[in-house]
């Protein structure tokens, strides 16, 4: 016997499995059958038999079904992995089984894992446990989902490997995977930096492709590309072996099952945009991807370096770094270095200004400010000892930042400063003690001028660090919402414990009125949680034994107790601090130019200052030194690029700071650059415009059955379905109290309905194809109430009894209370709103017209709604995609801008680079408005820092004298460099209140 199995992707249905059995009833000898759920076909030939594969598959492609021959028949395994807590978990299980999976299905409220594959279950569940996780082989109950997808090449097409050091998240993924997006499969792990192609292109232009899209990639080895027949699972394994020693790979998954915590460093010497591009420079000739916060004066470096190392790079720029262990503690150890720093410069500033301002007052009053007597002499010979001293106590630091670049062999903020200063009172010093050496007129000095520098200086940062403070708010808030203790139940009673000393399975008791401490689930009691600091809902949301408390949500009168289900940094508060934080930390493409400039804006600074000195010295009126010495301070102090460096990161910490307040998570800088460019949203329907869960709006009788027996016979038969729409008509039943009947017996057909016998009558529920195939007319009155729910965008649900239609039930997903004003809101922006649904046309147009949406596009499935949004773009125009759960990831991944409800499923919030931490829709408009806003705001902050130093070091290189007779004073000089920067921290801190339109 023979024996050939397919796989048939587009098989839905028992009607599709009986229309592929018929295309082989009348072969002599032929033995057919088929598996719906794992969308096999499996044909036998006897040896009478004469149809060959070929014959087989050429009949498949005649009757529309895609048929693919499998070399193992793939099958459904089951597995409980109890360990198994949040998202990350999801992906790093997924990633495990990524190449001997078909398809992985994951429930996380069931903790169970569903997979398609060939291998048997110990293999898979051994790869599970190679992940850093315990699986449990389940029953084969209802499978989560069906869906399968090809995993092998075309005949012409081979797999490729390449190596991506600098792929560091999510958004480069998308990048990467939009590059090569005529390749027929991409398979990406952040955690390897390995991308795998399988195309027809050739290495070399694989390469380009990645090139172009702003990488650096590298062959995975330098074997020829494999076979188009091998599989993706050796493609892994060579790559793993070529790119990685051994036991590398495991300890990269056992880190990703800990979050992938990057390394955060801080660095309270940081101080100017040039140090930003330094320090970047530094980590990029390491080969380490760091992201740099000069608001937050932090480093973030990627995991997979050791922080000695990344302390050793920063050392080597200039920099000390030092490593922060906990958010919390992190944030408080700032506060309190911004407090110490903010006393520190205030006292510097009030001793230097005492002291300078008299002196300047001195010599603007008429007083001798040059060395034209021996008693003069002696006077301003203590006057330079009293500068020196304060040049130490209250300009050491801009001294040792200059020495530390130095060494570093380079130059910043403090390197224009100590040189300004510096050259000031040596300059005034060497007059004192040799004024023979100087021609008359020359002998002036300038101990005023160090002194009033350093001390506006020291005063404009103490304002600076006032103002930088209050960017941090949003963070510190969230911060401030974990709890600290929590009360954890044992045998000898209740015990109050560290938060951070609390386990994953401990119980915990929630009193009256405290803060839930972890993630968890009820096991016993009931109570009223206020979860507005998480979800913006202002009402408190009822929680009883099932339900699921979240950290930092406050109990009401209350009183119950949960169990842990996520460690501390698992929380979904701690993740969402720790989006916020990356967030800050990221840069916009607009930002990339300063720090392009900022790279060489010092050591060109110097240059210019020192030639305008020369000029001046060379070709300028008398006293030609005291004048080359006036400009060359003067430009060194007025050029610090103090402005230019925080005009972009301000910007980005308020901004974000203030959408986590509203309610919006957004992942990094060039999303919130990109949303404010956002003409076109392209929305889902369900769980996204609509609530996601179906109701029963009405009952439609046809015969003399009344209302309550159809309702109560539904629900006794469909409490054995898990059709989705089986719970609306649960619910239904159970707000009228009804009572379920005795089933005698069930059939459920899949895309059909189901059936069953109740009380001695045959009982159909479903569409009218079920109906059909019974050869059950439909009534005048049954057409037209199927054309009424088509029209209001309900699903119908026939019940006929006895070969007789005897209702319609029709059932709706309501529209969520703020959709349309949401949606109004974002036509008033001027967006075009497009409806992008899987359900049919006549439901997805019956929504759109209710909400006044532009466009509707029905009846699509995943990879069509990635496609859809790709038109678009190709269309030019920039593309917000809205959506919730997995079918919806692919197109989040390939919008401009993906926006997840934080509602939705874990996979569609990692896809996006906005998620809405609540349902609530009328915060994506103000999401764009913010984005905007920011925008603006950025586009300001630079246009007054670029304009500032086009402007300033001009004047204060003389160009004013030959016309006016005007010199720029270099107290005057550093009293506007110090009012720059705090014009620029007092600017972004407007986006904290602004109106957003």
């Not at 000892?385 to 304060?390: E, G, N, R, T, W």
């Not at 000095?445 to 600076?464: C, P, Q, R, T």
């Not at 913006?536 to 408390?549: I, Y």
Request: with cysteine.
């Amino acid at each position: 016997m023979t024996r050939y199995q397919f796989h048939i992707s587009n098989m839905h249905c028992g009607g599709c499995a009986r229309k592929i059995t018929a295309l082989f009833a009348d072969e002599a000898d032929v033995q057919v059958s088929t598996d719906v759920a794992n969308k096999s076909l499996t044909v036998e030939l006897g040896q009478q038999a004469t149809l060959t594969a070929a014959e087989i598959s050429a009949r498949l492609q005649q009757a529309n079904y895609q048929a693919e021959p499998l070399k193992a028949v793939s099958a459904w395994q089951h597995f409980v992995v109890a360990d198994m807590r949040c998202g990350h978990c999801e992906k790093t299980i997924r990633s495990a089984l990524n190449e001997v999976a078909d398809e992985v299905l994951v429930d996380l409220t069931s903790k169970q894992v569903d997979v398609l594959t060939a291998q048997p279950a110990t293999a898979v569940a051994e790869l599970i446990r190679q992940a850093g996780f315990t699986p449990q082989q389940a029953e084969a109950n209802d499978t989560l989902a069906i869906s399968s997808s090809a995993t092998t090449a075309a005949d012409n097409q081979t797999w490729h490997e390449f190596v991506v050091p600098d792929m560091t998240c999510g958004h480069c993924e998308k990048t990467i995977r939009a590059a090569l997006t005529d390749a027929a499969d991409v398979q990406v792990d952040l955690n390897s930096k390995l991308v795998r192609v399988c195309s027809d292109a050739s290495d070399e232009q694989l390469l380009a492709l990645i090139q172009q899209a702003g990488y650096s990639p590298a062959l995975a080895t330098d074997s020829a590309p494999q076979a188009a027949n091998s599989t993706p699972d050796a493609a892994a394994a060579n790559a793993s072996a070529s790119v990685e020693p051994a036991g590398e790979h495991q300890r990269a998954v056992e880190s990703a099952t800990t979050h992938d915590a990057k390394l955060l460093l801080f660095v309270p010497d940081m101080s100017c945009a040039s140090c930003v591009a330094k320090i970047e420079k530094a980590f990029d000739g390491a080969g380490v991807t760091a992201r740099v916060n000069l608001a937050d004066k932090q480093v973030a470096v990627a995991s997979g370096i050791a922080a000695e190392q990344a302390q050793q790079i920063l050392q080597g720029a200039g920099y000390r770094g030092e490593v922060i262990e906990n958010a919390a503690d992190a944030v408080a150890d700032k506060a309190a270095h911004d407090a110490k720093e903010y006393r520190t410069r205030i006292i510097q500033a009030v001793v230097t200004l005492g002291i300078g301002v008299p002196m300047m007052l001195w010599g603007w009053l008429g007083g001798e400010m040059s060395v034209a007597s021996d008693s003069l002499r002696l006077g301003w010979g203590v006057m330079a000892v009293v500068c020196l001293l304060l040049l130490i106590y209250c300009g050491g630091h801009f001294f040792a930042g200059a020495w530390r670049a130095l060494k570093a062999k380079s130059a910043n903020m403090d390197s224009l400063i100590a040189v300004g200063t510096g050259t000031a009172w040596l300059y005034s010093t060497v007059v004192v003690i040799a004024p023979q050496w100087f021609p008359d007129g020359t002998r002036h000095v300038y101990f005023e001028a160090s002194l009033m520098i350093l001390g506006l200086i020291n005063l404009g940062h103490a304002l600076e660090l006032r103002a930088r403070g209050k960017t941090s708010e949003a963070v510190q808030k969230l911060i401030g919402l974990q709890a600290n203790s929590a009360y954890l139940v044992t045998d000898d009673g209740d015990k109050q414990v560290a938060v951070d000393s609390v386990n994953v399975g401990d119980v915990l008791r929630l009193r009256a009125g405290d803060k839930v401490a972890l993630d968890g689930e009820v096991i016993s009691g009931q109570s009223l949680l206020n979860e507005a600091m998480l979800t913006g809902e202002p009402m408190p949301v009822n929680k009883t034994v099932g339900d699921v408390v979240n950290a930092g949500t406050i109990n009401g009168d209350g009183s119950l107790t949960y169990r842990v289900t996520r460690a501390q940094q698992d929380t979904r508060l701690a993740q969402i601090i720790a989006l916020v934080q990356e967030a800050q930390t990221s840069k916009m493409p607009i930002g990339r130019l300063t720090d392009k400039i900022a790279g060489v804006f010092v050591p060109v600074v110097m240059l210019l200052a020192l030639l305008a000195a020369v000029i001046w010295y060379v070709v300028g009126p008398q006293p030609a030194l005291s004048h080359a010495l006036v400009v060359l301070t003067s430009v060194l102090i007025i050029a610090c690029p103090c402005a230019l460096g925080l005009a972009t990161p301000m910007s980005i910490m308020v901004a974000v700071g203030r959408a986590a307040q509203m309610g919006v998570l957004i992942k990094n800088g060039e999303a919130l650059q990109t949303a404010a460019k956002v003409n076109c949203v392209v929305l889902d329907k369900t769980g996204t415009v609509t609530e996601g869960k179906p109701q029963v709006v009405a009952v439609h009788c046809f015969t003399e059955v009344s209302d309550t027996e159809v309702l109560q016979v539904v629900a006794s038969l469909e409490q054995q379905s898990s059709h989705p729409l089986a719970a609306a008509l649960q619910q239904a039943a159970d707000a009228k109290q009804l009572a379920r009947v005795d089933v005698a017996s069930f059939s459920y057909q899949q895309g059909l309905g189901v059936s069953g016998v109740v009380a001695g009558s045959d009982w159909l529920i479903g569409n009218d194809k079920l109906l059909q195939a019974q050869s059950i007319q439909l009534s005048d009155a049954a057409n037209r109430a199927l054309a009424e729910a088509a029209a209001l965008g309900q699903t119908p649900v026939l019940v006929a009894k006895d070969d007789e239609l005897v209702a319609l039930v029709a059932i709706s997903d309501p529209i969520r209370s703020d959709a349309k004003a949401a949606l109004q809101l974002l036509k008033q922006q001027g967006k075009r709103l497009v409806l992008l649904s899987g359900d049919n046309q006549r439901t997805a147009d019956a929504v759109a017209k209710q909400l006044g949406i532009d466009q509707v596009i029905a009846g699509v499935l995943p990879d069509q709604k990635q496609a859809w949004v790709q038109k678009f773009q190709q269309q030019g125009e920039v593309v917000a995609m809205v959506g919730d759960g997995i079918n919806d990831a692919p197109a989040l991944a390939a919008a401009d801008v993906g926006v997840a409800l934080g509602t939705g499923t874990d996979v569609a919030i990692e896809s996006a680079d906005m998620t809405l931490l609540t349902p609530r829709l009328e915060n994506l408009a103000l999401g764009f408005a913010l984005s905007k806003a920011t925008l603006g705001n950025i586009k300001q902050n630079l246009f007054g820092a670029f304009i500032y130093n086009s402007v300033g070091i001009p004047v204060a290189a003389g160009v004013l004298y030959p016309l006016f007779g005007m010199l720029l004073s270099p107290v005057i000089a550093g009293a506007a460099m110090a009012l720059s920067s705090l014009t620029v921290v007092t600017n972004a801190n407007r986006l904290r209140y602004k109106k957003l339109d």
